[in-house]
């Protein structure tokens, strides 16, 4: 069984950019999740979907980042503009059932500078 | 505001000796607890979890017991490895919220196994 995908590993990009991270879930998993993990501090939930829709998006810090799921598959997240803060390394993660369950990715690290 | 708390950013231990790292919690709606074990440039591993209504579970040499009452869970690693080497994150997760799969993890604690 394949495991979580995520695209690109790494990703350079100056301040103001546009920024698209994939997520290729396993198949089969309903659900999606989106993490963040900046400097060395804690991962915290950014998003999460199941199927197509965005069950919770508490964690999205501001209308910058949008998140995308088509056809309960594969998902992206967008940063528009990138600012210096963004930075970090976003995890992707999927599960069919509840916490616990999951895989995750093996992360996407962004560097805006 | 951080809701789960990993006082300690490392740890040294010997191999074969045990090893303990400690996870405090705030918000008394979570009810479900996970510890992921995480490699550098790999995302992090699901390793052991618990619901509240146990205090204990085992599976092989790691243990995580929980203490309802001090908000205060552990995971216990015996014997220790030097391939147990890594960043141990606590996550925690309310499940009668609704949107139960979200967790909220602490800062980890990085476990050095030396020979």
């Known amino acids: 069984e394949a495991g979580v995908t995520q695209f690109p590993s790494h990703s350079v990009i100056e301040k103001g950019q546009t920024v698209t991270l994939r997520c290729d879930p396993i198949s089969g998993h309903d659900n999606l999740y989106w993490y963040r993990r900046v400097m060395g501090k804690e991962i915290k939930f950014l998003l999460h979907?199941?199927?197509?829709?965005?069950?919770?998006e508490s964690g999205m810090p501001n209308n910058r980042f949008l998140a995308e799921r088509t056809g309960g598959t594969y998902s992206t997240l967008k940063v528009q503009p990138a600012e210096l803060e963004d930075s970090g390394v976003y995890f992707c993660?999927?599960?069919?059932?509840?916490?616990?369950?999951?895989?995750f990715g093996s992360g996407t690290r962004l560097t805006v500078v | 505001d951080q809701q789960v708390k990993q006082n300690s950013p490392s740890l040294s231990v010997q191999e074969g000796r045990i090893s303990i790292l400690n996870c405090d919690y705030t918000n008394s709606m979570f009810d479900y607890f996970l510890w992921y074990k995480k490699y550098p440039a790999e995302g992090p591993t699901f390793l052991i979890s618990i619901s509240s209504i146990k205090d204990k579970n085992e599976d092989g040499r790691f243990t995580v017991f929980l203490n309802k009452s001090a908000k205060h869970l552990s995971l216990h690693i015996v014997p220790s490895q030097p391939g147990d080497s890594a960043v141990y994150f606590c996550?925690?997760?309310?499940?009668?919220?609704?949107?139960?799969?979200?967790?909220?993890f602490g800062t980890g604690t990085r476990l050095q196994v030396t020979l």
């Open positions: 993660a999927s599960s069919q059932g509840r916490a616990g369950g999951y895989t």
């Open positions: 979907f199941v199927k197509e829709s965005k069950q919770d």
């Open positions: 996550a925690a997760s309310a499940t009668n919220t609704g949107t139960a799969s979200k967790l909220t």
